[in-house]
């Protein structure tokens, strides 16, 4: 009666938790944080066929450029809608590039926005004196879907967005999401890409994948405790009563 008792006692503690490793984020490999994965520099996205770029052009003087549709001093890009963002921007064609009005056809793929807006200003100083270019992303959006507390579609206004700050949109992952294989889903030049994410080791932020780029797709799969419906089933209570009992009886009997 008492190894019974042990054995429920062990059973309802292993039900009523989920490890601490299989929980807890960037784990160091060794007892010494790596700090230099901090000092890396970050990776800008870059440009893909099918992004909306907004584009911003004006001079120096404060004289209307003519490219943009609106002026941006009198109507800031953050004030402005995504459907209305959308409608005044650009579309990178399958081959790459845009069309700008007068200067004609750019190259944008596989620049960054930086670069993009260099050399735009480029391109345009011969219609403007000395001209000032922004280039944004207009479909700045990511999916979380599975264990995370909030899932859906999420628009962010940040340049780059890391796996980590993608997931504090949803409410981070849950108890029973498995923080040791995220699945990245990613759409490049027309074909779709499948990646696994281990958020569980520091070795993360060494990763391509630790910046997101608009349209990826983050879905955390359940731990199997989840699977077998252990989150939804109350096993903890279950064996807390049978221990509560054997518990009893036994002292009855003795």
Known sequence: MRNCFFILLFANFLTACVPHSKIVYVQSSTDKAKYE???????????EPFD??????????????????????KQHYNSVSEL??????????????????VVGKIKMQDLT????????????KKE??????SVKFV?????????????????????KLTVFYALGMAGDITEYGNRKKVVLI??????????????TQ?????????YLRPNDVLYVEPLRIRRFGMKEYPFALVASLITSALLVLFYVKK
């Open 139 to 159: 479909n700045s959006t990511v999916t979380l879907l599975g264990e995370v507390a909030k899932p859906g579609t999420y628009a962010y206004q940040n340049e």
């Open 202 to 210: 520091d070795a993360i932020f060494q990763s391509d994948f630790y």
């Open 113 to 124: 926005l930086t670069e993009a807006a260099l050399l735009i200003k480029e391109k345009t």
């Open 186 to 199: 990613r759409e490049s030049n027309n074909i779709v890409h499948k990646y696994f994410l281990d958020l």
């Open 128 to 133: 403007i004196s000395d001209p000032i270019v």
């Open 84 to 101: 209305s963002l959308s409608v005044l921007s650009y579309t990178v064609n399958d081959s790459g590039n845009i069309i700008l009005p």
């Open 37 to 47: 994965y901090f000092s890396e520099s970050k990776k800008s996205v870059k440009i």
């Open 52 to 73: 909306v770029l907004y584009i911003s052009i004006n001079s120096a003087d404060g004289e209307h450029s003519g490219y943009n549709f609106f002026n941006e001093d």
